[in-house]
Nanobody, 124 residues
Framework: QLQLVESGGGLVQPGGSLRLSCSAS????????VAWFRQVPGEDREAISC????????YYQDSANGRFTISRDNANNTVFLQLNSPKSEDTAVYYC?????????????????WGQGTQVTVSS
């Protein structure tokens, strides 16, 4: 179900920074783990990072670790993905998802909700 809303996407220069947000009006995100995914046309959707319900644990895909940071603000029902020093190959549609358990590769084992995605373009 598409119950989540991503925002913050757009054009960013290589080496810059961008923060994506994932929020929901009818879903209480603190009841779920939340993960970020991305997809390039013609390729499979790939997991980036997952955060547990309280934010005490985070998991990253190897290629994202060190450059992307996931965090959450349960008081404001929002999860964030900070992109630091993005590269052109980070250009993709970024999605957030809410579910049951984080996977060690940054995904989610059981996804309950998806967002519609937000485009991130890294270009000078």
């Amino acid at each position: 179900q598409l119950q989540l809303v991503e925002s913050g996407g757009g054009l960013v220069q290589p080496g810059g920074s961008l923060r994506l947000s994932c929020s929901a009006s009818s879903v209480t995100l603190k009841n779920y783990v939340v993960a970020w995914f991305r997809q390039v046309p013609g390729e499979d959707r790939e997991a980036i990072s997952c955060i547990t319900r309280t934010g005490d644990m985070t998991y990253y895909q190897d290629s994202a670790n060190g450059r992307f940071t996931i965090s959450r603000d349960n008081a404001n029902n929002t999860v964030f993905l900070q992109l630091n020093s993005p590269k052109s190959e980070d250009t993709a549609v970024y999605y957030c998802a809410a579910g049951r358990y984080c996977s060690v590769n940054g995904g989610i084992s059981v996804i309950v909700y998806w967002g519609q995605g937000t485009q991130v373009t890294v270009s000078s």
